[in-house]
């Protein structure tokens, strides 16, 4: 009788233990680095977005999470994002030549200015999927590069 309890006592407290890590995991929060290389040239700025879901992936903007676009200074440019929860995510990089915070695109969709994504899939005739541009963010601090491509 002993044995079954002081293996139910053990059980059950591995389990709380695996509850407890769990829900500190959901209160994380965790600082994305986003360097972005590849630039053609440096005017405008660079434009960045953070998705948590494959709705609305790479161009609604009600679907980003975090943005912001900063001056083009040095090369590579960095990006940071921070307070973001352990998860997944993907990334879509614009530069914006012209500063109007948006992919400009020919009559044929095809885009006149820079573009990339976390992950750097392939990219031809269509922007990709959520689940080829993402990336899991599980630690105080997650750095990913990104290579613009241009058409």
């Known amino acids: 009788m002993l044995k079954k309890m002081t293996v139910s006592v053990m059980l059950l407290a591995a389990l709380g233990g695996l509850t407890w890590s769990s829900s500190v995991k959901a209160n994380f929060n965790g600082k994305l680095t986003v360097e972005i290389d590849g ?12 998705f948590t879901a494959s709705k609305g992936f790479p161009s609604d903007p009600k679907r980003v999470v975090q943005s912001q676009c900063t ?11 921070d307070n973001l929860q352990a998860g997944s995510y993907a990334v879509a990089v614009i530069h914006d030549q012209n500063s109007d915070r948006t992919l400009n695109t020919n009559n044929l ?39 613009l491509k241009y058409f």
């Not at 630039?39 to 953070?50: M, Y």
């Not at 001056?71 to 994002?81: A, R």
């Not at 990709?128 to 990104?146: C, R, V």
């Open 71 to 81: 001056t083009i200074g040095e090369t590579p440019v960095k990006v940071s994002f």
């Open 39 to 50: 630039l053609k040239n440096q005017k405008g700025q660079i434009c960045a977005s953070v």
């Open 109 to 147: 969709g095809i885009p006149l200015e820079g573009f990339g994504f976390s992950r750097n899939p392939e990219v031809r005739t269509k922007a990709p999927e959520f689940s080829e541009a993402a990336f899991i963010l599980a630690g105080p601090n997650t750095n990913i590069q990104i290579q």
